[in-house]
């Protein structure tokens, strides 16, 4: 049991100092080895790897962000989710690297999902762009997003965020694997290679 619990500690602090360097797959592949040891420090993680790669994906993704199938419609699903995400992710509790910023999230998604004149614009914003329909009463409600600014969210912000001076928020694969390789140096040898041979980078 007391191995288990070291080499759990040991993922764990892999998995932090990958959050660090916001590398959230890696972070999330680390943390879900150390689960079953250490479920509460592991969940903390995994709330905020889970939300911030959505968002990276997509920051409108409400459903998603709150980990709910889209289009979810009971009000109580929907509450539960939230408040199990925002007892992991509250600044108060969890001090991990970029905790403040998932919470924000969960707590956009909240906003929108709990108004019901919210949701329902959102949700015909969803059919419309799934499966291009949406009924003519909701035509005439203003959207949350523009399709626009939905598309420009979603490519890749390589180019302005270096213009911004802001590299390590970039999630294209040059940046995070500079990123990585700069924080393998913080790395003991032996936490170096595990991390090497995870990622398939070592055979």
Request: charged share 25%; aromatic share 8%; hydrophobic share 40%.
């Given at each position: 049991?007391?191995?288990?619990?070291?080499?759990?500690?040991?993922?764990?602090?892999?998995?932090?100092?990958?959050?660090?360097a916001?590398d959230?797959?890696?972070?999330?592949?680390?943390?879900?080895?150390?689960?079953?040891?250490?479920?509460?420090?592991?969940d903390?993680?995994l709330?905020?790897?889970?939300?911030?790669?959505t968002?990276?994906?997509?920051?409108?993704?409400?459903y998603?962000?709150?980990?709910?199938?889209?289009?979810?419609?009971s009000?109580?699903?929907?509450?539960?989710?939230?408040?199990k995400?925002?007892?992991?992710?509250?600044?108060?509790?969890?001090?991990?690297?970029?905790?403040?910023?998932?919470?924000?999230?969960?707590?956009?998604?909240?906003?929108?999902?709990s108004?019901?004149?919210?949701?329902?614009?959102?949700?015909?914003e969803?059919?419309?762009?799934?499966?291009?329909?949406?009924?003519?009463?909701?035509?005439?409600?203003?959207?949350?997003?523009?399709?626009?600014?939905?598309?420009?969210?979603?490519?890749?912000?390589?180019?302005?965020?270096?213009?911004?001076?802001?590299?390590?928020?970039?999630?294209?694969?040059?940046h995070?694997?500079?990123?990585?390789?700069?924080?393998?140096?913080?790395f003991?040898?032996?936490e170096?290679?595990?991390?090497?041979?995870?990622m398939?980078?070592?055979?």
């Amino acid at each position: 049991m007391d191995g288990n619990s070291a080499e759990a500690e040991r993922w764990l602090s892999i998995a932090e100092k990958l959050l660090v360097a916001r590398d959230l797959h890696g972070t999330r592949t680390f943390a879900i080895r150390a689960r079953e040891s250490a479920p509460i420090l592991a969940d903390q993680i995994l709330a905020v790897t889970d939300t911030l790669l959505t968002a990276q994906s997509n920051p409108h993704d409400w459903y998603g962000i709150l980990q709910l199938v889209p289009l979810t419609q009971s009000m109580e699903v929907v509450a539960s989710q939230y408040r199990k995400l925002a007892l992991l992710l509250n600044p108060g509790r969890n001090r991990l690297s970029f905790a403040d910023q998932a919470f924000r999230f969960v707590s956009e998604a909240w906003n929108v999902l709990s108004n019901p004149s919210k949701k329902a614009i959102y949700d015909n914003e969803l059919r419309f762009l799934q499966f291009g329909q949406v009924s003519q009463l909701d035509q005439q409600q203003q959207p949350i997003f523009s399709h626009s600014s939905y598309r420009k969210r979603r490519l890749c912000s390589c180019s302005r965020l270096l213009r911004r001076r802001k590299p390590n928020r970039c999630s294209c694969k040059l940046h995070r694997k500079k990123r990585r390789r700069k924080l393998l140096n913080s790395f003991s040898r032996e936490e170096a290679l595990e991390v090497l041979i995870e990622m398939g980078m070592v055979l």
